[in-house]
């Protein structure tokens, strides 16, 4: 769980043990004042009964404080199962948009196989393209794209080397060829692009 999600629901348990706090704080006050007021009646109490008052008032506030408590933990509780719920469900945008993809992909391929020869082929590669560009536009909406790799200087921060070849083109240090895309997203790397670093020209 990243910080800024967490945020809200770090706010919200501060409160909560907030108000437990005022609710306690308010319950020893109202005992407190009792007992004051109860200085100053006319008729005095005798000790028994102002032992029974105070421990009444007393018992009261308990129940408030623990009530106040009571309260805190299910708010906290419900705002743990709601934050669960969000990461949980996060992604179903995404998925949906995937799923819309995954189902032209799945037509292409009935397409071709419910023709036959170079035409089908043919129609097939058409199709799967035609996928595959869907599948790098519905993952930009999402703020992922692609690593530039082939050709570029090799860079650690974005480029994972798997080995390294000789290439009468391409000047030592730069990418020769890239054996898996890598991809970022808003910035950062995803993975890394697995890549052949040229050594220069024989």
Avoid at 78 to 93: C, G, I, N, V
Avoid at 106 to 119: P, Y
Wanted: hydrophobic letters at 35%; glycine letters at 6%.
């Amino acid at each position: 769980m990243n910080e800024t999600s967490s945020q809200p629901e770090n706010d919200d348990l501060r409160d909560a043990q907030t108000e437990t706090r005022e609710a306690a704080q308010e319950a020893t006050d109202q005992a407190y004042e009792s007992f004051e007021a109860a200085q100053d009646d006319a008729a005095p109490e005798t000790r028994d009964e102002e032992m029974i008052r105070l421990r009444s008032e007393v018992e009261a506030a308990d129940k408030r404080v623990l009530q106040a408590q009571a309260e805190a933990e299910n708010f906290r509780k419900r705002m743990r199962r709601d934050y669960e719920d969000q990461l949980k469900f996060a992604a179903m945008p995404l998925v949906n948009d995937i799923l819309q993809v995954r189902d032209n992909l799945t037509r292409a391929i009935e397409a071709a196989s419910a023709s036959g020869g170079a035409e089908a082929a043919e129609g097939l590669r058409e199709g799967v393209a035609m996928v595959a560009k869907q599948l790098d536009d519905t993952l930009g909406k999402y703020g992922v794209e692609p690593i530039p790799a082939d050709g570029e200087e090799f860079d650690p921060n974005f480029h994972e080397a798997i080995s390294q070849m000789p290439h009468p083109e391409i000047e030592s240090g730069k990418v020769a060829h890239v054996a898996v895309s890598g991809f970022k997203m808003h910035g950062r790397v995803i993975r890394p692009a697995q890549v052949v670093v040229s050594t220069g020209a024989p």
